[in-house]
């Protein structure tokens, strides 16, 4: 059980300096990843950023995620939860159109530019408050990957196995601090798990490390 989200970013820094990792740059989730990124960021003296993706809701079940699409248009979709759920091509073109939209909207707000930071050659560790379909995960993931970095990592103070499990298949090295065989939610694993505002998230950024 975690205090707060900076509490878990406490232990999760922990965690990456006892592994020696040695990371250039620190990408957070918003926006509740960001109060647990900056103490990682901080203690490995590492740049922060952002990396954004939106999850892409089923009809009539918004946070069933059937995929997630990031600020630069990439998308991951589970297909076999989209066959489950017979979920028409339209639907799906349509919402992937809107949260792509989302996505860049928020990525610009929270810097200057579109897009990611330079990552060409880097150590990136994306970093987010916990994952339980990993869907938004995936997309970041991905997108980082595709920026020619030399080494991404995923860390997140609590995911659900199953999730956990699918996602070391996109990184080179996934730290999770807990993945509890009776996972429901992130929110579970915190005392405190209030919504984090994007004004909030963004200060964050503004810190010095």
Same mark, same amino acid.
């Given at each position: 059980?975690?205090?707060? @989200?900076?509490?878990?970013? +406490? ?19 918003? @926006? ?21 993706? @939106?999850?892409? =809701? ?8 059937? $995929?997630?699409?990031? &600020?630069? $248009? ?18 799906? +073109? ?6 792509? +939209?989302?996505? @860049? ?6 810097? +200057?530019? *579109? ?14 408050? =916990? ?15 595709? &920026? ?11 995911? &659900?196995? /199953?999730?956990?499990?699918?996602? *070391? /298949? ?16 992130? $929110? ?22």
């Amino acid at each position: 059980m975690f205090d707060d @989200r900076a509490d878990a970013g +406490e232990r999760l820094a922990a965690e990456l300096e006892a592994r020696d990792l040695e990371i250039d740059v620190v990408l957070g989730i918003p @926006r509740g990843a960001l109060p647990v990124a900056r103490p990682v960021a901080d203690a490995l003296d590492a740049e922060l950023d952002v990396v954004v993706a @939106r999850k892409l =809701g089923a009809p009539g079940n918004p946070e069933l995620a059937l $995929g997630a699409v990031a &600020s630069d $248009g990439s998308v991951w979709y589970n297909d076999d939860l989209i066959a489950r759920v017979d979920v028409p091509e339209e639907y799906l +073109e349509e919402v992937r159109t809107e949260e792509a +939209e989302n996505a @860049r909207q928020k990525a610009a707000r929270y810097r +200057e530019t *579109e897009g990611l930071p330079e990552l060409e050659g880097k150590r990136v560790a994306v970093v987010d408050d =916990g994952v339980a379909t990993g869907a938004t995960a995936t997309a970041c993931l991905r997108q980082v990957q595709e &920026s020619g970095a030399a080494w991404v990592g995923l860390a997140v103070p609590v995911g &659900s196995p /199953r999730s956990v499990d699918q996602l *070391e /298949r996109e990184t080179d090295e996934l730290i999770a601090l807990q993945a509890p065989a009776d996972f429901r939610a992130v $929110g579970q694993y915190y005392r405190n798990f209030g919504q984090v505002t994007d004004e909030e998230a963004i200060a964050y950024l503004d810190r010095d490390g």
